[in-house]
């Protein structure tokens, strides 16, 4: 994994000794919080509704064991003993003091992680998939120029103070498990017919109250013009992008105004000035990045694992585990392991307790090569794990209660925090999730039901991106009542689709029965093993619409 040169370490060192000063003025009253707002987000603090929360950066989802064991040291130390991965690959921390927040962030520092750009109208964290670099369907890895973005985006001045925050995802593997299609720039890498590498450039996605997916603008960019294509993008959204209105300040209205083919022209017009600048990336920079994302020294072992085999034979609930919490490796004998963070309704989706956090990064260097991930779905992932050590690990993790074997499956929700910490919720995401957790708790059902994706968002910036899950739940406030409108159809991936709403809202104890009625639609219309969303897309909305709202009728009758 990356390893920070002299220049990261001096840059952030230098934003550390900057904030530390910006916070003794705020605190002794000489910067007003309108004055310190900026300052802060730019720093990844937000203002919450019990205290500060600061989010920090993990590029791309990766750490290494010794940074996860600093998250797990301030969970300990300036948390409540835990910490939330989010969507964007990053971990919050919902409980800070402000005094104390420039102490974290040297401790961040020292340990070459930091919480610049997580928030405000800039580029945030660049993301890939969370397999990448050992996925079995993978073209190329993506982590060299997600890591290049990285640098090249962090504190670029011309950048920093958009019309409205910025997100870019890459991937390269057969199937696009990062979401790239909801991102502001999506970034599909692979190579063309002589074996160079390209890019399929995606411009205008973003969820929120006007979900849009991107739209392709630039087909086979050779990779040297990574960054002065992108560079093109940003300033032709700095340019026009609006200002006057943030809710209509995002790209995607940009584009959506001006018509894709409109957009283009101008970015090729923009590309024209700068893309033989000294921006164009060369071989030696691609090499000299590539060279911390060498493969690690994997051993010899066979395909099949017999060890492995004969545990799944005789152990039906470890058996179970492989089959949904584990991912194929590109190298014989390794796979990919998922660590649930949804074990049931008393959980929130997405937290991990200092302790169990400490433990995974014992395991990633007892089992693996010291690193681990973390999934848009908000889990954990080991990504170099030996067959032959399975079932070992396994036990392991069953009691640091990360062994649900519920990945890709209804209750792996994904769930925002929510009015529970979130000042701009409208409504509180977590209890309609321990509901809808509680009620289909039987894992029998779940892998009756098979792949279903379940994403709840508590207020219309969808950071739960209820838009693309296959049931998608929004918390609305209708005159001081919370309420959650459903929706239906939405996927992630390449083939990305905007769920659409079924109908009228439903009160907060109304909508696990709702979801009930959906899912019992799907289990009398699907054809063999059919999963849900082909269900929906086959049959369309109507029949999941009448029985829903029909039976509700029935049940206030």
């Not at 390269?172 to 063309?192: K, P």
Request: net charge negative; glycine share 6%.
């Amino acid at each position: 994994m990356y390893k920070y040169d002299q220049y990261d370490h001096a840059l952030v060192q230098a934003r550390v000794q900057q904030f530390r000063d910006q916070v003794e003025r705020r605190l002794s009253g000489e910067l007003s919080e309108e004055e310190f707002l900026p300052l802060r987000l730019q720093n990844g603090l937000y203002l919450q509704k019990q205290a500060y929360m600061l989010r920090v950066a993990i590029p791309y989802g990766t750490l290494s064991s010794n940074q996860l064991r600093t998250l797990s040291q301030i969970a300990n130390k300036y948390d409540k003993n835990y910490g939330h991965f989010t969507t964007r690959q990053n971990i919050q921390f919902n409980w800070i003091k402000l005094e104390e927040v420039p102490d974290i962030l040297q401790l961040l520092a020292n340990n070459e992680m930091h919480a610049i750009q997580t928030s405000g109208n800039c580029v945030r964290n660049i993301t890939t998939e969370a397999f990448a670099g050992v996925a079995s369907d993978e073209l190329i890895d993506p982590r060299p120029l997600a890591e290049i973005l990285r640098q090249w985006s962090t504190v670029n001045p011309e950048f920093l103070y958009l019309p409205r925050k910025f997100k870019i995802a890459i991937s390269s593997s057969e199937y696009d498990r990062a979401a790239v299609r909801s991102h502001d720039i999506g970034l599909y890498l692979y190579r063309d017919e002589y074996e160079e590498m390209r890019l399929k450039v995606m411009v205008g996605g973003g969820l929120g109250r006007t979900p849009i997916l991107n739209q392709l603008v630039r087909e086979d960019l050779p990779w040297q013009h990574l960054l002065t294509y992108v560079e093109a993008v940003l300033r032709v959204y700095n340019r026009y992008g609006r200002r006057d209105n943030k809710y209509k300040a995002r790209i995607k209205i940009l584009v959506k105004t001006l018509g894709v083919d409109a957009f283009s022209q101008e970015v090729e017009q923009e590309w024209e000035q700068i893309r033989d600048s000294f921006a164009e990336l060369t071989l030696a920079e691609y090499q000299r990045v590539s060279a911390n994302f060498t493969p690690p020294a994997y051993k010899k072992l066979d395909a099949i694992d017999l060890v492995c085999g004969s545990w799944m034979a005789r152990d039906n609930a470890f058996s179970t585990w492989v089959q949904n919490n584990t991912r194929s490796h590109k190298v014989d004998g390794y796979v990919s392991v998922i660590l649930s963070t949804k074990p049931g309704p008393y959980v929130p989706p997405g937290d991990v307790t200092n302790k169990q956090m400490s433990a995974v990064a014992d395991l990633a260097e007892q089992f693996g090569f010291g690193e681990i991930r973390v999934t848009h779905e908000q889990n954990l992932v080991l990504p170099d794990i030996r067959k032959s050590d399975l079932y070992t690990l396994w036990k392991i993790l069953d009691d640091l209660n990360l062994a649900t074997p519920n990945i890709g499956l209804l209750t792996d929700v994904i769930v925002c925090p929510g009015g529970d910490y979130c000042s701009l919720a409208s409504t509180r995401s977590l209890p309609v999730s321990r509901e809808i957790q509680q009620r289909f708790d039987k894992l029998d059902f779940l892998h009756e039901l098979g792949e279903l994706s379940l994403n709840i968002s508590g207020c219309v910036n969808a950071c739960g991106h209820h838009h693309i899950g296959n049931i998608g739940i929004l918390g609305v406030d209708k005159k001081g009542e919370e309420f959650f409108q459903i929706t239906i159809g939405g996927v992630q991936g390449k083939n990305s689709a905007i769920g659409k709403v079924i109908g009228p809202a439903f009160k907060a104890d109304e909508v696990p029965n709702a979801i009930d009625r959906l899912l019992s639609t799907y289990l009398d219309y699907r054809e063999q093993e059919e999963p849900f969303i082909e269900t929906v897309h086959r049959i369309g909305l109507l029949p999941f619409k009448e029985r829903v709202y029909k039976s509700a009728v029935k049940e206030s009758a």
